[in-house]
């Protein structure tokens, strides 16, 4: 089984003020976190779609790292863009992992676990149970609905699909804008299935999230070798 991995990192850092991916943590790069996470699986490929203005410095990291064959492509204006720019570059793999470059703490077990289920199932994401009541409103902000969040998930990556079908899917709805992959898949009215994750596998979009991915492995709670 050829078994790709798709790293996203052509995000702006707006809200963060400057490249989050460049940040460390325990000396390490959030980026390079995120890429080497997937190192164990032995993936026949990586393929990183990164913003322009981080393509040169992203090729220098690798490099300074010996992280050599990873490749770069250009990411687009919208992630849905640049998942399909990285998709189109892969070698025909069989099962592919689309995984946000800002989650660098996700755990190698959680990986296995939703590849196994996407293995069996061709299309399963991370998910964690939600924990907060959340409300449905309308758009004056008037509650509508009050969910059962005992069927509620929050969403993470890596996301895992069979290659085929989600190329088949980016292809259908090519700059639709959906906000994740798992989306596109149930649009195609194919089965997607939750593996259960970690709540440790936060996305780092503010400064506090990035003390507090530091407090994280500092505890001992994330193993950062």
């Not at 994750?197 to 003390?211: A, E, L, M, V």
Request: with cysteine; aromatic share 8%; glycine share 6%.
């Amino acid at each position: 089984m050829k078994f790709a991995v798709v790293i996203t990192a052509g995000g702006s850092s707006a809200r963060y003020g400057k490249n989050k991916l460049l940040e460390k943590i325990v000396e390490k790069e959030v980026i390079l976190h995120s890429i080497e996470a997937f190192l164990p699986f032995n993936p026949c490929e990586i393929v990183v779609s990164s913003s322009k203005d981080f393509e040169q410095e992203l090729k220098e990291l690798l490099k300074k790292n010996n992280l050599f064959g990873i490749k770069v492509v250009p990411g687009g204006t919208t992630r849905q863009a640049s998942v399909y720019n990285a998709l189109k570059a892969c070698a025909n793999p069989d099962i592919v992992a689309i995984h946000d470059a800002a989650r660098p703490l996700v755990k190698q077990e959680d990986i296995k676990n939703c590849l196994e289920t996407a293995i069996k199932t061709k299309a399963a994401i991370l998910g964690v149970r939600a924990v907060d009541t959340i409300k449905k409103t309308d758009e004056n902000n008037k509650i509508t609905s009050t969910p059962d969040r005992n069927c509620l998930w929050y969403v993470q990556t890596p996301q895992i699909f069979e290659y085929s079908l989600i190329m088949q899917a980016h292809k259908k709805f090519e700059g639709r804008g959906f906000s994740d992959d798992s989306g596109l898949v149930e649009a195609l009215g194919k089965d997607v299935y939750i593996s259960e994750g970690s709540y440790s596998n936060i996305k780092i979009t503010t400064k506090k999230d990035i003390h507090l991915a530091q407090m994280m492995y500092v505890s001992g709670e994330i193993n950062c070798t």
